[in-house]
Nanobody, 120 residues
Framework: QGQLAESGGGSVEAGGSLRLSCATS????????LAWFRQVPGKAREDVAT???????TYADSVQGRFTISRDSARAILYLQMDNLKPEDTAIYFC??????????????WGQGTQVTVSS
């Protein structure tokens, strides 16, 4: 069915920026709920941002004002622009897709993740 592939992670100093990409295929890109999550080893997975039909976005309080989720519908690519990065943003970042946002965990497609490391 659907496939997702994250890229764009790396190492950056505090205050810097990164843009993550999620290439998608095999599903209706523009109507699905798309989302970014992150996880640190030993801790629970954290919601970062969501993008839903037709033009609805949500952000975790911890990234509000610093991160921006967006879509390139022509290329079926989901982006996460991360500005003013902090050491606590260090994590593996995953993208996911589902027909409904509340179905992400039970019926969603997930990527393999990309590492983001922020030094102080």
């Amino acid at each position: 069915q659907g496939q997702l592939a994250e890229s764009g992670g790396g190492s950056v100093e505090a205050g810097g920026s990164l843009r993550l990409s999620c290439a998608t295929s095999g599903f209706n890109f523009h109507t699905y709920c798309l989302a970014w999550f992150r996880q640190v080893p030993g801790k629970a997975r954290e919601d970062v941002a969501t993008s839903d039909y037709p033009d609805i976005t949500t952000y975790a309080d911890s990234v509000q004002g610093r991160f921006t989720i967006s879509r390139d519908s022509a290329r079926a690519i989901l982006y996460l622009q991360m500005d003013n990065l902090k050491p606590e943003d260090t994590a593996i970042y995953f993208c996911a897709a589902a027909i409904r946002c509340d179905w992400l965990h039970s019926h969603g497609f997930w990527g393999q993740g990309t590492q983001v490391t922020v030094s102080s």
